[in-house]
C-alpha cells in the first residue's frame, strides 16, 4: 500500500528525453532519477482503492507530505476511522510509526512491515533507480530494448535487472513513451522470473513542467483478483513548515 | 529386631483403623507420583519436543544490517567453530523459517515454510521423537529428498484441507526472500502430517538446501544457529556464555590492492563507524588537507592518507579501484570508490589505510568476505587501547548476553534504534526466547506442589490424630511395658516404627495405584484440534513421564513428615509414668 504511494509520489517523470551514446534504457533510467529528486517540498492527499479476492474493497485516505532536502516524510492517516490519526515519520535513517490509541511512536526496522502491508521501511529510502538496476541485455549484448504500441501509444519496451540484491523486484519490464518517457506500463517479476504485479499509469497532471501520475492501476497477477487504484490530488509544491516533520505535529493531529 | 517386630504386631492388632489410614496414604501417594510424572512429563514435552523444535536451546542469532528478516551469516564454517568441542551438543541445524502467501485449490491463506535436514543422521531416540511431533499420515520424510519433483513439500493436515490440496498437488507461495526480493514458487505436496501443536499447523516443510537456495543463501552462508543440548536446563546459560565469549569480534579488513592514476598499490581497506559521536572523534583526531568532512561521513564517503594519495596519484573527487582475493570465491573482487577527503599521516590509523563509511565498506564486506592478510602480509591491529580502536567497524556486533525475556526484548528494540550496520550476533537460550512456554511449565508444577502440599496436610492430621487415640488406647499398655523393664526410648521408637511401617506399605500400594492410573490415563485419546493445549499431548494422549528421583524423593519425604509428626506423640507416650499409664481409665 505504502509502497504504491511512494513509488507514486516518487516518480515525476521529466518532459524532455535524455540521450547517452551505448545503452538506450540508461538515460530513460537517468531520467527518472534526476526528477526523482525533489527540488520542492510537497503535500498531497493520496486515496487506495484496495480489492482484495477474498475481503471485498477498502479504501484508504491519507496526506503526504514529503521534503528531499533533508530526506523527510510524514503520512497521516485519514480513513478508515479506525486508522484516521495514525502516522508515520521519517526523518533521515530514523523512521517512526505512531499509534494514536495509545500515543505511542515505535521505531519502524528497516525490513519491517508496515501497517501490516507489504510495505517495509527500505521502500522509502531515496535511492537512484539508475544505482539499483541496470539494463538486461541478450547473448548478443543487446539491450532488451523495442519500439511498440501501448494501445495507441508508441511506446518504448525495455527489461531492466536489479544490480543489487536488496530491491523487491529483481527484474522489471517498463513500456515509456517515446516522446517524452512518461512511464505508462511496469511489470514487475519475482526472483523466480514469475510476474508478480503490473502497474499501469492511467493519467498525468502537469505540476511545474513536470508530469505527476494521479491515477494508477496496480494488478497482483500472484494473487488473481486482487488490484488496487491509488488516486493522488491536491498536490501542492512549495515550502512546508518545518514543524511539520516532527513528532509533536503527528501528535498533535490527533488530539 | 524386637521392636520391629512388636511394630508390626500392633499394626495388626488394629486393622480397620491401619487400613483406613493406610488407604489414605496409599491414595495420596498415587496422586503425588502421578502428578509428579506429569509434571516431568510437562516439562519433558517443552524441553525436548516443543523448544527443541521452536527455538532450540541455545540459539545463535544474526541479522545484518539491522534487518529482521536477514537472518544471515556470512561465513558458516568460522560460526561452526566457535560451537565445535562442545560435548553438551546434541545437534546444531539452521534455523530457517519464512512467512509466505500459499495458494492452494481455489483457497489462499499465509504459511511458514521451514527449512528441514533430512539427510543428517538421526539417531534412534532422535528420530522417534521427531515421528511422534509430525505423524506422518500420507507419504514420507525422505520423499522431500526427490529431486524429480518441484520443491516437494510436506504440509500438515490442518492447512492443506484449508487449502484444499492434496498429496501430488501444487501450491504456488509468495514470499520476500532474506534481501527483500519478492520470490515465488511452486511446492509440490508429497506429504500430509499431523501434529497435536497448534502453533505448528502453518508449518510447510522444506529440504534445506532448496529453502535456503530460494532465499537467497550461498552454500557459505548460514542462517541462525539452532543448538539442541543434553539436559538443557542445567547447561544452556554456562554454554551460551562459552560461544558468546568465543564469538568476540576482531576488526573488520580488507587487505587489498587499490589503483589511481600513479599505479596499483597494497592497502588496508577499513570501514569507520559512522554514528555522530564516532564522526566526532575521526574528525577530531584527522587534520584535512582537501576534499571535506561532509562528503566523507556520507554513506559512500572514503578517506584517504596524504601519503598514500600521492602513491596512488589521486585527490579528492578522483576514483581509486579497489580488487581483493575473496575468501569463497575464486575470482578477486573489483569494486570502485571515490576519494572525499585527503588527510595528514599524523594521527592516521595506518600508511596504508583507506577508510570508509561503515555503510559503504560492509556492502563491500558481507557481500565478498574478504580472504585473509595472504602470505607476507603482516596483518593489521589499530592495538587494543589505541585511539582508533573503538572507532573501526568490527567484523560484527555481538550483543550483550541477556538472561530474561525482559532483557531480551530491550535488546531488540536497541538494534532497531541503533541501525547497526553490521551483522547482530545474539547468543541466547531458551529462557530469554521462549519465557512464556516455560511459565506454563513453572504454572503446572506450582499447580503440583499446592496439590501435595494439602495431600501433606491430610496426612499430617491423619497421622497425628490416630497416634493420638492409639497412645489413648495403650496407655495402661503402656505402663505394663515400662513396669516390666521397657526403656523410655523404646516405647518412642515403637510408636515411631508403626508410623514407619504403616507409611512404607501404604506408599509401595501407592506406587502401584500410580502406575495402574497412569497407565490406564494414557489409554485415552484427546483430540483437542485448534486448542493450544493440544501441543501437551503426545499422539493424542496425555504424557506421563515418572523418574525413579522424582518418585523416591516424594515417598522419602512423606514417610519424613510422617516419622517427625509421629515423634511428638510417641515422645509424649514415652514420657508417661508407669504407675499413671497404670492407672490409666479411658
Known amino acids: ?255 | 529386631m524386637l521392636l520391629i517386630r512388636l511394630s508390626l504386631r500392633n499394626l495388626l492388632r488394629q486393622k480397620r483403623r491401619n487400613i483406613l489410614l493406610g488407604s489414605a496414604m496409599a491414595i495420596g501417594v498415587a496422586i503425588l507420583v502421578t502428578a509428579n510424572s506429569f509434571s516431568h512429563g510437562i516439562s519433558d514435552i517443552m524441553f525436548n519436543k516443543i523448544m527443541r523444535y521452536v527455538t532450540g536451546h541455545v540459539a545463535i542469532r544474526f541479522n545484518e544490517r539491522g534487518g529482521v528478516m536477514r537472518e544471515i551469516f556470512r561465513d558458516k564454517a568460522r560460526l561452526l567453530e566457535a560451537v565445535k568441542g562442545e560435548p553438551v551438543i546434541e545437534s546444531a541445524d539452521e534455523a530457517i523459517g519464512m512467512f509466505a502467501r500459499a495458494i492452494g485449490n481455489g483457497r489462499s491463506d499465509n504459511i511458514v515454510l521451514v527449512g528441514v535436514d533430512t539427510k543428517k543422521g538421526l539417531s534412534e531416540k532422535a528420530r522417534r521423537e521427531v515421528e511422534e511431533s509430525f505423524r506422518l499420515v500420507e507419504g514420507s520424510w525422505k520423499d522431500v529428498e526427490n529431486a524429480a519433483i518441484e520443491n516437494p513439500v510436506i504440509i500438515s493436515a490442518e492447512k492443506a484441507r484449508y487449502l484444499n490440496v492434496r498429496r501430488n498437488d501444487v501450491i504456488r507461495v509468495r514470499f520476500r526472500n532474506m534481501f527483500g526480493q519478492d520470490q515465488a514458487a511452486r511446492l509440490t505436496v508429497v506429504g500430509i502430517m499431523k501434529n497435536d501443536n497448534i502453533f505448528m499447523q502453518p508449518v510447510v516443510f522444506l529440504e534445506l538446501p532448496r529453502e535456503k537456495e530460494l532465499l537467497g543463501y550461498r552454500p557459505y552462508e548460514t542462517a541462525s544457529l539452532s543448538l539442541k543440548i543434553k539436559d538443557p536446563q542445567k547447561n544452556a546459560t554456562a554454554l551460551a556464555d562459552r560461544i558468546h565469549e568465543r564469538l568476540k569480534p576482531g576488526t573488520a579488513v580488507i587487505y587489498a590492492s587499490a589503483a589511481g592514476g600513479a599505479g596499483r598499490r597494497p592497502v588496508v581497506v577499513l570501514g569507520y563507524k559512522s554514528d555522530d559521536e564516532s564522526k566526532k572523534k575521526i574528525a577530531g583526531s584527522l587534520k584535512l588537507v582537501s576534499g571535506s568532512f561532509e562528503k566523507a561521513f556520507k554513506k559512500d564517503g572514503v578517506i584517504v592518507p596524504a601519503g598514500l594519495a600521492r602513491a596512488l596519484g589521486v585527490s579528492a573527487g578522483s576514483a581509486i579501484g579497489i580488487r581483493y582475493a575473496r575468501k569463497f570465491e575464486k575470482e578477486p573482487k573489483e569494486a570502485f570508490c571515490h576519494v572525499s577527503a585527503v588527510c595528514a599521516g599524523s594521527g592516521y590509523p595506518g600508511e596504508n589505510v583507506i577508510l570508509m563509511n561503515d555503510s559503504g565498506f560492509y556492502d563491500l564486506y558481507y557481500e565478498d568476505l574478504p580472504a585473509g592478510p595472504g602470505r607476507g602480509v603482516k596483518p593489521y591491529s589499530p592495538g587494543e587501547n589505541g585511539a582508533w580502536s573503538g572507532l573501526l567497524a568490527p567484523e560484527w556486533v555481538l550483543l550483550k548476553r541477556t538472561f530474561n525475556t525482559e532483557e531480551y526484548r530491550k535488546k531488540y528494540q536497541e538494534i532497531a534504534r541503533n541501525k547497526w550496520k553490521g551483522t547482530t550476533i545474539d547468543v541466547s537460550t531458551m529462557y530469554e526466547t521462549a519465557s512464556d512456554i516455560l511459565k506454563l511449565e513453572s504454572v503446572l508444577k506450582i499447580i503440583t506442589i499446592s496439590a501435595v502440599l494439602v495431600l501433606f496436610f491430610i496426612i499430617l492430621l491423619g497421622v497425628v490424630n490416630t497416634l493420638r487415640m492409639t497412645i489413648r488406647e495403650r496407655t495402661r499398655e503402656i505402663g505394663t511395658v515400662r513396669a516390666i523393664g521397657m526403656q523410655r526410648a523404646d516405647v518412642r521408637n515403637m510408636f515411631i516404627l508403626e508410623t514407619f511401617f504403616l507409611t512404607l506399605f501404604s506408599s509401595a500400594a501407592g506406587m502401584a495405584l500410580g502406575f495402574t492410573a497412569m497407565r490406564l490415563i494414557s489409554l485415552l485419546t484427546f483430540h483437542p484440534q485448534d486448542n493450544p493445549l493440544g501441543m501437551l499431548l503426545v499422539n493424542g494422549h496425555l504424557y506421563f513421564l515418572p523418574t525413579f528421583s522424582g518418585i523416591a524423593g516424594s515417598v522419602l519425604l512423606i514417610i519424613a513428615i510422617a516419622v517427625i509428626t509421629a515423634w511428638f506423640p510417641a515422645r509424649r507416650a514415652a514420657n508417661l509414668p508407669p504407675a499413671q499409664a497404670l492407672r490409666h481409665f479411658g
Open chain 1, 1 to 255: 500500500m505504502f509502497k504504491i504511494i511512494f513509488a507514486l509520489l516518487a516518480i515525476v517523470i521529466a518532459l524532455a528525453p535524455g540521450y547517452c551514446a551505448g545503452s538506450r534504457v540508461i538515460p530513460i533510467l537517468d531520467a527518472i532519477d534526476a526528477n526523482y529528486k525533489m527540488k520542492k517540498d510537497v503535500s498531497a492527499k493520496v486515496s487506495l482503492t484496495q480489492q482484495r479476492a477474498e475481503q471485498g474493497t477498502k479504501i484508504i485516505d491519507m496526506t503526504y507530505f514529503r521534503r528531499d532536502s533533508d530526506d523527510a516524510f510524514l503520512i497521516t492517516m485519514d480513513a478508515p476511522e479506525n486508522e484516521k490519526g495514525n502516522g508515520y515519520l521519517r526523518v533521515g535513517d530514523n523512521f517512526w510509526m505512531y499509534r494514536k490509541n495509545t500515543r505511542t511512536f515505535q521505531h519502524v526496522n528497516r525490513d519491517e512491515s508496515i501497517g501490516g502491508s507489504d510495505a517495509h521501511s527500505e521502500d522509502f529510502e531515496t535511492r537512484k533507480l539508475a544505482e539499483l538496476y541496470g539494463p538486461v541485455v541478450d547473448s548478443s549484448g543487446t539491450e532488451k530494448f523495442s519500439e511498440e504500441m501501448l494501445g495507441k501509444v508508441p511506446v518504448y519496451r525495455f527489461e531492466i535487472k536489479a544490480r543489487v540484491n536488496d530491491v523487491d523486484y529483481p527484474r522489471q519490464i517498463f513500456w515509456t513513451r517515446r516522446d517524452n518517457n512518461l512511464l505508462l506500463k511496469q511489470e514487475s517479476y519475482s526472483l523466480s522470473g514469475t510476474l508478480m504485479q503490473t502497474a499501469y499509469f492511467l493519467k498525468f497532471t502537469e505540476i511545474e513542467g513536470r508530469f505527476v501520475p494521479v491515477k494508477q492501476l496496480f494488478i497482483d497477477e500472484f494473487e488473481k483478483g486482487n488490484k488496487t487504484i491509488v488516486e493522488i490530488s491536491d498536490i501542492v509544491p512549495g515550502k512546508l513548515d518545518d514543524k511539520i516533520f516532527t513528532k509533536a505535529y503527528l501528535e498533535n493531529l490527533s488530539k
